[in-house]
């Protein structure tokens, strides 16, 4: 009776915990298509869909750092200066649309974008598809995963994508919180929780990834200050009152993917959770405000995915060359 | 009795075909210091050791791909075309001295070489040591693996060093037929490699690492036409005699690591044993002769080194940010 009593009330306090929280864990994807998602691990690391034989999936959203490289804004073919930050990729399939500007609907429609793009990979999907139309192992694999022999880029893409979708990072420190293990993050950390909430961050950053789940104006209080030329969401809905309007980042493993904001223009959390208050909340934190808000966003890192390396297949006699100095 | 003849046959069958044939099988390096190893295994991936943050070890010893980037000659800082084709740090260790000319003794020495190289990584050891020195985790992890708190440039070409050393490909199909295995390879594949040994072949590609133990001219009884500007070990010994002579390269997992040559000058391997055949040894041989070395040398592709991609730490505040287009 005693250890029913205990059993219940702790099915409360969890069900408690979850349904008062404007945060909720991260689930793993749990509809994964294996084969499709292990062609499409191999398709991400492989920098032969690139114009230069050099740059993949992987180049830019690092696996090995958070899902991006850590840079203000990306190097892309022949060492183009990217327009824009590198978002992470993980946790991606939370997102509300893709890239800032969310000017594609999903991950298989992103996946495209970089390929034929002159200043990333400067590839074509023409070009793409043929090159791996030419690698037999390749032909075999996209015969097992999609049932049919011919490839094209809808399949490329889908299969990329369907790797992506394994890219969530559960069992964070605060998810266990959430799911009710009080011990797992610290007073101070709990503290700045509650800052977190209480001062209105929540307003745009909720739900399970910690935000991705809407467009926002950057500069809602006071204008933001930057050189990058991205103007967001105007440039997908034409609305002048769209300018300035990015989608809200993830704050999901936001210790590993500095730095911030769609110009990479805060180098660290505290300079992130600095312009935040200032910005969107007209609040300017206290140092020590800012020291607990920023000690429990870096409870958010999750688990990071964990995979074998990949073995890529070889090129036939038939695959084009790559050109990277043409 | 019976059972005890079959062993000893076994045994004399097994010593017989290793003593008699030039090529012996690859062993898996088994004095590895696991703790430097997997440090090792992170600077290998880490692109903070560049000054863009962008290039690893990883770049263009990719090992998803045979341990190579597959390019002619590399791409380094600001897209740098590199002077010489990167060679595979599959079974590296078995290598008389590192790189083409053979500057290096050791695989600790070559580490050093491309992280302070203008036209690669860019960067210094001097600035490495200090970058790794404001990661945490790295200071932690370089203590235990070495027993000391201070990073220095020998430690962290060692680690990277013991890394590679594990990356052996044991187990080819020439392997277990050189264990004795005798369907391990086709009827086509042994003719291969009865002609790859009586053409003389063997005479520089021999030992485990079938080559990588000598140096050799490039261009013996016929000039090797190129337009690589690469001269070789005369760069090393300033000897006249040096000129054009080059590490001769393993043969292990030839397949995957196309294109061929220092200059990367032969995109096949079909071409490489063409061009192979008239320079070193005056020697034409013919399609169905070609064919066969070919098929021979698959026979040579291992199991390439399975393991986790590894999680980078992050940087903290105190860690230089990278400087890509500066």
């Known amino acids: 009776m005693k250890k029913l009593m205990m059993i219940c009330v702790s099915i409360v306090m969890l069900s408690s915990v979850k349904a008062s929280e404007p945060i909720q864990p991260i689930v793993a994807e749990k509809s994964i298509n294996q084969a499709q998602a292990e062609l499409g691990k191999k398709l991400y690391f492989d920098p032969r869909l690139s114009k230069s ?14 899902g991006t490289d850590n840079l203000k804004t990306s190097i892309g073919h022949n060492w183009h200066q990217g327009p824009i930050n590198a978002p992470t990729v993980l946790n991606s399939s939370f997102n509300i649309a893709q890239f800032w500007d969310g000017r594609a609907k999903d991950l298989q429609e992103q996946a495209g974008g970089p390929i034929a ?33 011919k490839i094209d880029i809808d399949k490329v893409t889908k299969a990329i994508a369907e790797f992506e979708k394994t890219l969530t990072t559960p069992n964070s420190r605060f998810d266990q919180w959430l799911l009710g293990n009080k011990s797992a993050i ?80 805060a180098e660290t959390l505290a300079e992130a959770v600095d312009i935040m208050g200032q910005l969107q909340l007209g609040r300017k934190f206290t140092a020590t405000e800012n020291a607990k808000i920023v000690a429990f966003l870096k409870t958010l890192t999750g688990e990071q995915p964990k995979f074998m390396l990949p073995i890529l297949p070889p090129s036939s006699y038939h695959t084009p060359r790559p050109q990277p100095f043409k």
């Open 53 to 66: 034989g050099f740059i993949s999936c992987y180049s830019c959203h690092n696996l090995s750092m958070g």
């Open 117 to 149: 793009n002159p200043g990333e990979m400067a590839f074509t999907h023409e070009l793409a598809v043929h090159l791996l139309g030419t690698i037999p192992a390749y032909v075999n694999e996209f015969k097992q995963a999609f049932g049919t022999e």
């Open 186 to 265: 610290s007073q101070t950390e709990l503290e700045g929780y509650q800052l977190f909430k209480n001062s209105g961050c929540v307003a745009c950053h909720n739900g399970p990834a910690v935000g991705a789940n809407s467009f926002q104006k950057m500069g809602l209080v006071k204008p933001y200050q930057t050189d990058n030329q991205a103007e967001g969401r105007i440039a997908v809905t034409g609305k002048d009152s769209d300018r300035f309007v990015f989608k809200v980042p993830t704050l999901r493993n936001v210790e590993l993917t500095y730095p911030y904001f769609h110009d990479g223009g």
